[in-house]
């Protein structure tokens, strides 16, 4: 009975959770209050003895965990691989179960998988034949994980069933509390080639040399989690929402063909075996290293595409690679003769890291220079602001791909055939890597449930990349994290938004929905609302709180109000329960010098025109300067190159316009003691519907200006307009909201008084036809001259 109202709680628990999402109920909604500062309450599951209202694990928490010893082959020729597993499954629950659930996401690919059909598609010119053929599914044919067999420790047959992606293991009799079951499963895999067809799992080819990158990943069957808070999580996978998956321990035994290398999760138990004597020799050397050393040389990897090319078949002499891998939750690997290698050691938080890369030829002139030495700083910034990285190693391997797993990552970066790269090339590649090593901190260590929330491993980790971006070069061009770059998504009509909080199938704009508003939206926590003091705990806590654990969203948002002592329930309502965008419009300002105990409003002279700064600076950078924070571009002078000079247009100036009809004579009394003093009393708007502090820039005669900086509280009592009345030393010649552009204001021409706004795209476009027809219309001809 006590579990059947334990199941009735948490039931009320999602739909009070899924409701709130859906709708934004408001107490009141015909007044100017709503409910955007009440607190979220029954929204939020109810907190118990696994989790705490404190946002922290309960004293009763538990989680499963799964063991596994793999042996899997790579045959070169047919392109497949082959394996056998056996699974230790350890029931940590405090109840029974009866049957167990794992995961076959290479199903995705099965032509008979509903996810190759239920997103719409169109008829685009030219038809060509691939178009065709991807109507057809012929490119999906005998793809799938295909299950052998499934018995017990002792060899005995278990039923089994297969829905898709999920395949149920029915056990003869219930795993009860605190025992363990062993599955030994044989399957095989056709890889597909992934760079033509998509996924992760399979190989890419190389035309020009015949040879292949394989990366091996999401490939053996694994275990669903079973949790207090869902139960089994055996949601279809469908490519997009990723993974929920159970901490163990791994030892994998690898074959590939004799001239491969492979790197992987874990690290490797037998090189001494499968290295010849000089690499082997390199890689003791790259154990005291201060900068990356070669282990798999350019030179031999070009010999070895060559070799196998000119042979024209590839050898059949094999190596067996051993890694051993503890406490992840998932396994992956990579294997090629086309891999070059290379790697040093650092220590982070008193414990030695060895950072690797692996990439082609293709990849030499980007890869060399940069991978493992952004695999080092980006390790180095996450254990600083999350928690200590607890693996020994850490990998980057270049794929033409993006994607992570435990101590390994697959990323892109190629220089053109003769080794040149263009800049926006090089800002990619460090901005895939750091963003994928990164993910070993969420959700390989914070192991959030990427099924049902990608924000919480994608928008964490884009939030963490973005300050790590920003100490590698104060210049970084970071694509999220500044709040400004998020205001072409939020400015979009409402049928094209949904709440951070939706469930990772059903996003319209998965990448500025689940990556970029969710780290705008930390960014703001962290510079403008709470500080970065309060914020740097808080989120610390929350780390390491959910280190090695299955943390949901309540626990990120309780944790983070808990070690902050800040109300953050407006926060979570507007940036994660909604879709409206932050849009304060200063309506009027009204201004007085008091001279005499006299109130006398103010002449503006509109000749004064506000110098604005010579190019655009964000709040993070800012505040890093005011820290004294030494980005890694300034101790590591080996990472500049051309571009590192480089240095980017300017920004057009803003001109003074009129705005003296706002000007208004007030009442008051008794202002003998504030001669020579001047009010403004500046009326804002909420235009967008996003509660947001008031951040307001003062302009002086003088040339100089400072900043005011009030709480999103102000909007409190009234959530449409608020009026507040600021006396200065000085004369205010022009006043700006949001100069840093930290709260991602959709639109910044009412943001200003007495400045004229930059003209917008189609106002430029508008006076360039215009001048086109004056030009014409006074005999020139714009042809004259073309040919």
């Known amino acids: 009975m006590k579990k059947n109202i334990k199941l009735v709680t948490f039931v009320l628990s999602v739909l009070f959770f899924t409701n709130a999402i859906a709708q934004n109920i408001l107490n009141n909604p015909k007044s100017n209050h709503g409910n955007k500062f009440e607190q979220l309450g029954t929204i939020l599951p109810t907190p118990n003895e696994y989790r705490t209202a404190s946002g922290a694990p309960g004293a009763k928490y538990w989680q499963q965990r799964a063991d596994y010893d793999i042996d899997v082959t790579l045959n070169e020729k047919d392109l497949s691989i082959a394996g056998t597993e056996t699974v230790t499954y350890h029931n940590n629950?405090?109840?029974?179960?009866?049957?167990?659930?794992?995961?076959?996401?290479?199903?995705?690919?099965?032509?008979?998988?509903?996810?190759?059909?239920?997103?719409?598609?169109?008829?685009?010119?030219?038809?060509?034949?691939?178009?065709?053929?991807?109507?057809?599914?012929?490119?999906?044919?005998?793809?799938?994980?295909?299950?052998?067999s499934v018995t017990d420790e002792f060899g005995k047959t278990l039923k089994y069933t297969i829905n898709q992606t999920m395949m149920r293991v029915d056990l003869p009799k219930a795993l009860v509390s605190k025992a363990k079951q062993k599955l030994i499963i044989k399957w095989k895999i056709k890889l597909i080639e992934r760079t033509k067809f998509g996924g992760?799992?399979?190989?890419?080819?190389?035309?020009?040399?015949?040879?292949?990158?394989?990366?091996?990943?999401?490939?053996?069957?694994?275990?669903?989690?079973?949790?207090?808070?869902?139960?089994?999580?055996?949601?279809?996978?469908?490519?997009?929402?990723?993974?929920?998956?159970?901490?163990?321990?791994?030892?994998?035994?690898?074959?590939?063909?004799?001239?491969?290398?492979?790197?992987?999760?874990?690290?490797?138990?037998?090189y001494p075996q499968v290295l010849t004597p000089e690499q082997?020799?390199?890689?003791?050397?790259?154990?005291?290293?201060?900068?990356?050393?070669?282990?798999?040389?350019?030179?031999?990897?070009?010999?070895?595409?060559?070799?196998?090319?000119?042979?024209?078949?590839?050898?059949?002499?094999?190596?067996?690679w051993i890694f051993k891998a503890d406490s992840v939750r998932d396994f992956a690997w990579g294997s090629s003769r086309k891999f070059i290698w290379d790697a040093m050691p650092i220590t982070c938080e008193g414990k030695r890291v060895m950072c690797m890369s692996f990439y082609p030829k293709e990849a030499y002139g980007l890869y060399r220079k940069y991978s493992t030495k952004m695999v080092a700083h980006t390790i180095k910034t996450y254990s600083k602001y999350t928690c200590a990285y607890p693996y020994p190693v850490a990998q980057s391997i270049?794929?033409?791909?993006?994607?992570?797993?435990?101590?390994?990552?697959?990323?892109?970066?190629?220089?053109?055939?003769?080794?040149?790269?263009?800049?926006?090339?090089?800002?990619?590649?460090?901005?895939?890597?750091?963003?994928?090593?990164?993910?070993?901190?969420?959700?390989?260590?914070?192991?959030s449930d990427e099924r049902?929330?990608?924000?919480?491993?994608?928008?964490?980790?884009?939030?963490?990349?973005?300050?790590?971006?920003?100490?590698?070069?104060?210049?970084?061009?970071?694509?999220?994290?500044?709040?400004?770059?998020?205001?072409?998504?939020?400015?979009?009509?409402?049928?094209?938004?949904?709440?951070?909080?939706?469930?990772?199938?059903?996003?319209?704009?998965?990448?500025?929905?689940?990556?970029?508003?969710?780290?705008?939206?930390l960014n703001i926590l962290r510079e403008t609302v709470m500080g970065r003091e309060l914020f740097d705990f808080a989120f610390k806590q929350y780390c390491n709180r959910w280190k090695f654990k299955h943390p949901e969203p309540a626990d990120f948002f309780r944790s983070m109000e808990d070690a902050s002592a800040v109300d953050l329930d407006w926060f979570w309502r507007g940036w994660f329960l909604d879709t409206d965008p932050v849009d304060v419009s200063i309506d009027t300002v009204k201004a007085f010098s008091i001279t005499q105990g006299k109130k006398v409003p103010v002449a503006m002279d509109t000749s004064y025109a506000y110098p604005p700064r010579k190019e655009f600076t964000t709040i993070t950078q800012i505040n890093n300067k005011k820290s004294g924070l030494k980005p890694l571009m300034e101790i590591d002078t080996t990472l500049r190159d051309f571009y590192y000079r480089y240095v980017p247009e300017p920004i057009v100036v803003k001109e003074a316009k009129n705005r003296n009809?706002?000007?208004?004579?007030?009442?008051?009394?008794?202002?003998?003691?504030?001669?020579?003093k001047f009010l403004y009393e500046i009326k804002f708007s909420n235009k967008g519907g996003l509660v947001t502090p008031l951040i307001i820039q003062f302009n002086y005669a003088d040339g100089t200006s400072d900043i005011e900086r009030i709480s999103a509280y102000v909007w409190r009592k009234n959530e449409l307009e608020v009026t507040k009345t600021f006396i200065k030393n000085n004369k205010v010649v022009s006043i700006q909201l949001d100069p840093y552009k930290e709260t991602a204001d959709i639109n910044e021409r009412n943001n200003l008084w007495n400045v004229k706004a930059e003209p917008s795209k189609f106002e430029l476009f508008k006076s360039k036809l215009n001048g086109s027809a004056r030009g014409q219309s006074a005999g020139k001809n714009p042809m004259q001259g073309k040919k």
């Open 93 to 148: 629950a405090p109840e029974s179960l009866n049957y167990l659930w794992l995961q076959l996401d290479e199903n995705e690919h099965d032509i008979k998988s509903e996810s190759n059909y239920f997103d719409e598609n169109k008829v685009y010119e030219p038809i060509t034949s691939q178009n065709l053929d991807a109507l057809e599914k012929k490119h999906l044919k005998d793809l799938g994980n295909k299950i052998e």
């Open 200 to 270: 992760r799992l399979g190989y890419e080819n190389f035309p020009e040399d015949g040879n292949q990158i394989f990366t091996i990943a999401q490939w053996f069957p694994r275990m669903c989690v079973y949790s207090d808070f869902h139960g089994w999580q055996n949601k279809q996978f469908t490519g997009r929402g990723e993974f929920a998956l159970v901490f163990g321990n791994y030892k994998v035994k690898i074959t590939v063909p004799a001239d491969h290398l492979v790197c992987s999760t874990g690290e490797c138990q037998n």
């Open 280 to 320: 082997l020799k390199r890689w003791q050397q790259a154990q005291t290293a201060k900068e990356p050393v070669e282990i798999g040389l350019l030179e031999d990897a070009k010999k070895q595409e060559l070799a196998s090319k000119a042979v024209g078949s590839k050898p059949l002499a094999t190596k067996t």
């Open 398 to 447: 270049e794929a033409a791909n993006g994607m992570e797993y435990p101590m390994i990552c697959f990323n892109f970066g190629r220089t053109e055939k003769d080794g040149t790269y263009s800049e926006g090339v090089k800002n990619g590649m460090i901005m895939v890597i750091i963003h994928e090593v990164g993910h070993n901190f969420f959700p390989m260590i914070i192991n």
């Open 452 to 521: 049902q929330w990608s924000w919480m491993d994608e928008g964490l980790n884009t939030f963490v990349q973005f300050l790590t971006e920003q100490e590698l070069d104060y210049n970084y061009p970071s694509s999220r994290g500044p709040a400004h770059k998020m205001v072409d998504y939020m400015r979009l009509p409402k049928n094209y938004l949904e709440p951070i909080m939706v469930n990772s199938e059903n996003i319209f704009n998965f990448g500025a929905n689940a990556y970029g508003k969710p780290a705008t939206a």
């Open 661 to 676: 009809e706002n000007l208004e004579e007030i009442t008051d009394s008794e202002m003998s003691n504030y001669n020579n």
